[in-house]
């Protein structure tokens, strides 16, 4: 097994923490060399010199912004001239809470740009490497908020209703050749103590969907090596938010959300 990865190596985006650090590091723990992207100032470093230590594997990283357009064709280039890429996982995303009307352009603009474009644009600039080598997967990190919109989150959700359907799309076109694609929904996850102490604000919902990243990578990693086109967490949460008519859960998602902008508007107004 260790002979047959010594040459190949799993990208994994937005990996300085969170669920791309457990992918990660889960994929380390499997003998993949991998190569870390995220933002600068991420203790990338110091996370790829551990694993390379712990492991026994190559890790590299590479710090960059997606929310640059050149950053991403830069990457690409770097990644395809110094690398065979057998595991492609476009994790790197943008989230957030607020009122569409107040949002700013930038934060809008970012969403986008992260979410959307740069899976799209590095799955597309990566696909001829993958194609190269013996057996090969492409994992996106979608979401369940993928499956129902919710104000207060507008764009998020939309975004990775987008992530969903292009990773299905992909694999329906890629599905004869030696490149597999699947995606991951899941829901939110204890990535640390102020993400975790908002989800459990939004009530019972809101620590129903609660997920620890290091079951969700060694779960969705087993998966994808299982050929699992769409892999999800929490059954339960899904079938909710499948089998639920728009006309529910729309203002119930909303609702939820809208307790969790008051509550932070209070604090920051100091009530």
Not at 51 to 63: G, L, M, N
Not at 70 to 93: P, T, V
Not at 181 to 190: D, K, L, T
């Amino acid at each position: 097994m260790k002979e047959k990865l010594k040459n190949q190596f799993a990208v994994i985006t937005g990996a300085s923490q969170g669920l791309g650090r457990a992918f990660a590091l889960e994929l380390a723990r499997r003998h993949y060399n991998v190569v870390l992207v995220s933002l600068p100032e991420q203790n990338l470093e110091q996370l790829s010199e551990w694993i390379s230590k712990e492991y026994k594997v190559e890790a590299i990283y590479y710090e960059t912004d997606f929310s640059v357009d050149s950053n991403i064709r830069l990457l690409s280039s770097w990644l395809n001239k110094n690398f065979n890429i057998s595991i492609l996982i476009n994790n790197a995303g943008i989230g957030g809470t607020q009122s569409f009307e107040q949002a700013h352009i930038d934060y809008i603009d970012a969403i986008i740009q992260v979410n959307i474009k740069a899976t799209v644009l590095l799955t597309h600039q990566l696909l001829t490497n993958l194609k190269r080598q013996p057996h090969s997967y492409i994992l996106n990190v979608s979401s369940i908020a993928a499956f129902s919109p919710m104000g207060y989150k507008t764009v998020y959700p939309a975004s990775k209703a987008f992530v969903h359907s292009f990773s299905r799309g992909l694999y329906a076109e890629l599905k004869d050749t030696n490149v597999f694609v699947s995606v991951i929904n899941p829901g939110a996850m204890a990535t640390n103590k102020e993400i975790t102490s908002r989800i459990e604000r939004q009530g019972i919902f809101g620590k129903l969907t609660l997920l620890d990243p290091a079951k969700v990578a060694r779960y969705s990693i087993g998966r994808l090596f299982k050929r699992d086109t769409v892999i999800m967490l929490n059954p339960l949460i899904w079938l909710l938010a499948t089998v639920l008519p728009i006309w529910i859960k729309l203002p119930m998602m909303t609702n939820i959300v809208k307790r969790e902008v008051l509550y932070e508007n209070s604090v920051c107004n100091g009530y």
